[in-house]
């Protein structure tokens, strides 16, 4: 529990997808889990109704008090309840993700250790956020990012796993047809020089489930976010930087606190697994928001 001997929350609340396969089962473990490590404390279930709907049950219940808020999810699931806590202002929210995902980058890229651990020490710790501002014209829209923002391959696969359909040898198949069908991107640094890449990766977590081992930093507290970029050099090398990252890794990366520049076209751009389609002209700036994210 906490070094005071209180609880830092005033209560549990579960965000989840009821139609997922298993969930009834998931949700009934954990719902004893938390009655044992935590007697007493209320705990809600909320199960979303649409795309997007845990982002506004979890803006909702971040207004109010204390809540310990879990997110029985993978990436986007989490992505949605992370961002509806940044949504208020000085929220006393915390969040954690139960796996329940595809790939579950965030949690694999984690210190290892159980929830049950988690709950019963009750130690609060903040981890930094990927701050990330979509400028077009006088309109300018903020998203959070608990784990990476990518441009070019990533989210190219993400749109050819999604239509190829789930299972590892399909994927893998969707993986090379995408990769056939990759086309470079050109950006525009606010100093005015450009740049044509086949991968752009801003990473605030050292392996991407999907993809391998991106960067060996192993610290999403530090106020910084590594640099991943494949500048363009056609298939070949695009698919043995693929396999380096699943086998070897791809080592250190440059790390910054800050990342900008404007998009020459329009490139799909992948963050924490949700895919959002980038119209050209777009000014985008990546800031590591420091120990933003209060969790356990």
Sequence with gaps: MA??????????????????????????????????????????????????????????????????????SGDGGYNDVVNGVMDVPGSKAMCSVIPAGNANDHFRSLPARTFTDALRTGEVRHIDLLRVAFRSGSREQVQYAHSYVGFGLTPLMAIGIEKGGKGKVVELISVARTLRGLKPFELVRDDGATAKFDSLILANISRMAKYGTVSESHYPDDGRFEVVTLPHAGLM????????????????QPSVTSYAFSTRNAVPCQIDGEVVHIEAGTHVRVESAMGALATI
């Design 3 to 72: 070094d005071d001997g209180a609880c830092p929350f005033d209560r549990a609340v579960v965000i989840f997808n009821a139609g997922r396969a298993g969930m009834g089962a998931r949700i009934e473990a954990l719902q004893r889990e938390l009655a044992v490590d935590l007697p007493g404390l209320p705990v809600d279930l909320l199960p979303t109704e649409y795309a997007g709907h845990a982002r506004a049950l979890a803006r909702t219940e971040a207004g109010q008090g204390a809540p310990l808020i879990l997110s029985v």
């Design 237 to 252: 090398k695009m698919a043995l930087m693929t396999l380096r990252a699943v086998t070897l890794g791809l080592g250190h």
